[in-house]
């Protein structure tokens, strides 16, 4: 009998895969159904991605990594709220795109799993979410600046950049996407780009899979630090950055070639 090991459980249950999962796993009839079982290679791809991260410098004690539910693509899967170093597979917990809890078995929710659910739920292309409040980034939220792409690892920056400012439509905040408004509102800026940034917070990169959002993610934080570079070298003149063209090009060699960097990252990070 194949065994998985279940997404929302602490790591001690298993479902065979001859049947769904049973509808009321979620624990009562207010609670969301669960997508079915998840195999333990994924849990453990997601677990590594929050490592990698931090391992990468681009989240630190807060900072987060989702994927969309492997066979049910109303579902995200997402740790609990945890620093990202510190995550294992046994701390994945499963959400519907309302950020409901499948079965939280006591453990706590991140305050701002509403950026993954809402964008999710407005981009069905997307099966991954990185949230951060990575340094270098952070600067181009506040100034009119806008970020190009410098090299082409980062040639989804060449799509464009857009800004999130939550001051525009919920006047004074904490600054925190900690509702299903603020999330919805999140993604209508991101629209079809692959990274969005955050006025005076940080950023969200998104990617068609697990590797590759991540991939955005490290290289949002790098191409951020070579366009301060740039800019300070060229005395605050003319950027030679890629264009819109160049930028779809490479876009196209970094989706295939993206699972190198996640091989190696992987490995500095033990799994
Ligand atoms: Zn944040």
């Given at each position: 009998?194949?065994?998985?090991r279940c997404?929302c459980h602490s790591g001690l249950s298993y479902w065979?895969?001859?049947?769904?999962?049973?509808?009321?796993v979620?624990?009562?009839?207010?609670?969301?159904?669960?997508?079915?079982p998840?195999?333990?290679?994924?849990?453990?791809?997601?677990?590594?991605?929050?490592?990698?991260?931090?391992?990468?410098?681009?989240?630190?004690?807060?900072?987060?990594?989702?994927?969309?539910?492997?066979?049910?693509?109303?579902?995200?899967?997402?740790?609990?709220?945890?620093?990202?170093?510190?995550?294992?597979?046994?701390?994945?917990?499963?959400?519907?795109?309302?950020?409901?809890?499948?079965d939280?078995?006591?453990?706590?929710?991140?305050?701002?799993?509403?950026?993954?659910?809402?964008?999710?739920?407005?981009?069905?292309?997307?099966?991954?979410?990185?949230?951060?409040?990575?340094?270098?980034?952070?600067?181009?939220?506040?100034?009119?600046?806008?970020?190009?792409?410098?090299?082409?690892?980062?040639?989804?920056?060449?799509?464009?950049?857009?800004?999130?400012?939550?001051?525009?439509?919920?006047?004074?905040?904490?600054?925190?996407?900690?509702?299903?408004?603020?999330?919805?509102?999140?993604?209508?800026?991101?629209?079809?780009?692959?990274?969005?940034?955050?006025?005076?917070?940080?950023?969200?990169?998104?990617?068609?899979?697990?590797?590759?959002?991540?991939?955005?993610?490290?290289?949002?934080?790098?191409?951020?630090?070579?366009?301060?570079?740039?800019?300070?070298?060229?005395?605050?003149?003319?950027?030679?950055?890629?264009?819109?063209?160049?930028?779809?090009?490479?876009?196209?060699?970094?989706?295939?070639?993206?699972?190198?960097?996640?091989?190696?990252?992987?490995?500095?990070?033990?799994?």
């Amino acid at each position: 009998m194949r065994l998985f090991r279940c997404a929302c459980h602490s790591g001690l249950s298993y479902w065979s895969n001859s049947a769904r999962a049973p509808a009321d796993v979620g624990g009562g009839a207010s609670l969301p159904r669960t997508g079915g079982p998840v195999d333990a290679s994924v849990l453990a791809d997601l677990a590594a991605a929050s490592r990698i991260l931090a391992d990468q410098g681009v989240v630190d004690a807060f900072g987060h990594v989702s994927m969309r539910h492997p066979h049910d693509p109303q579902r995200f899967l997402m740790s609990r709220s945890l620093a990202p170093a510190l995550v294992t597979p046994d701390d994945i917990m499963e959400y519907d795109l309302n950020c409901d809890c499948v079965d939280a078995q006591g453990r706590g929710s991140f305050l701002e799993r509403f950026i993954h659910g809402e964008i999710f739920r407005s981009r069905p292309d997307v099966m991954a979410v990185v949230h951060s409040h990575s340094p270098n980034v952070i600067p181009f939220g506040l100034v009119k600046t806008p970020m190009r792409a410098m090299f082409h690892n980062a040639a989804f920056v060449a799509r464009g950049v857009p800004v999130f400012d939550i001051r525009d439509k919920f006047g004074a905040t904490d600054m925190l996407v900690g509702n299903a408004d603020k999330g919805v509102a999140l993604a209508k800026v991101l629209d079809d780009k692959d990274i969005v940034l955050m006025r005076a917070h940080g950023s969200v990169a998104t990617g068609p899979s697990l590797p590759v959002a991540v991939f955005r993610a490290v290289y949002t934080e790098m191409n951020a630090r070579l366009q301060f570079q740039a800019a300070m070298l060229g005395g605050g003149g003319d950027i030679a950055a890629l264009d819109a063209d160049e930028g779809a090009l490479a876009d196209k060699v970094n989706l295939s070639s993206a699972s190198r960097a996640w091989d190696l990252w992987k490995r500095r990070v033990g799994f």
